[in-house]
């Protein structure tokens, strides 16, 4: 099957703590995306990359890191420095036509954080 | 900065009712204009997409949209909507090769049985 997997579904964290969210594609796709969408905030985009080791700010990327060492993985560590961090947590990938062009992105299940 | 405007937070149909979200967005060049649907529960999906051609685009379940560049806007239309169209809908936007889409916020469709 293929796709895109985010683990795990539901994560509960202490204040203060660093937690990292998983995100893996076997669709072989170059770029790959999070997005952090709240009620009625839409989906805004955190960091995103198009290539192995490269990866760009996106619109609301303080408190967040990312590494983008393989191909297939793209996992986002949610800092303590993120003053909100409780919301839903969606990764994508797409194809990379390498010139910015953006074709359709495939989405994962999402990963719901809950920081007590 | 581009950013994509969607009218409607929430819309409530009884069904076979007839649909029209609307979707405009803010960049005056070439676009990638897309529309995806989230159902409760499920991933987000792709409904259809526009980048060049025939500016009324086919998509699933019976949706369409059309691409008005004079309006800069990509409504999404269904003639009859049924209870199980009941899901959020997001219109988004790729312009001047940024490598990423721009979301608008959504819209809640509500449809009664």
């Known amino acids: 099957d293929g796709g895109i997997t985010q683990s795990p579904k539901y994560l509960f964290r202490k204040e203060g703590q660093n937690v990292t969210l998983s995100c893996e594609q076997n669709?072989?796709?170059?770029?790959m995306y999070w997005y952090r969408q709240d009620p009625g905030q839409g989906l805004r985009l955190i960091y995103y990359s198009q290539i192995v080791n490269d990866f760009q700010k996106g619109d609301i990327a303080e408190g967040y890191s990312v590494s983008r060492e393989k191909k297939e993985s793209f996992p986002l560590t949610v800092t303590s420095a993120q003053k909100n961090p409780t919301a839903f947590y969606l990764c994508?990938?797409?194809?990379?036509?390498?010139?910015?062009?953006?074709?359709?992105?495939?989405f994962g299940p999402g990963t719901r954080l809950t920081v007590l | 900065a581009q950013s994509v405007s969607q009218h409607n937070h929430h819309v409530i149909l009884s069904e076979a009712a007839s649909l029209e979200l609307g979707c405009n967005y803010s960049?005056?060049?070439?676009?990638?204009l897309f529309w995806y649907v989230q159902y409760p529960g499920q991933h987000l999906q792709l409904l259809l997409k526009?980048?060049?051609?025939?500016?009324l685009v086919k998509g699933i379940k019976g949706f369409e949209a059309e691409f008005i560049k004079s309006k800069f806007s990509f409504n999404l239309r269904k003639p009859s909507v049924q209870w199980s169209d009941t899901a959020e809908y997001f219109c988004a936007v790729n312009g001047g090769s940024q490598g990423n889409l721009i979301f608008g916020k959504g819209t809640k469709l509500s449809v009664k049985p």
């Open positions: 526009y980048f060049s051609g025939d500016p």
């Open positions: 994508a990938s797409s194809i990379s036509h390498g010139t910015g062009d953006v074709d359709e992105q495939f």
């Open positions: 669709l072989n796709h170059d770029a």
């Open positions: 960049y005056g060049g070439t676009v990638n």
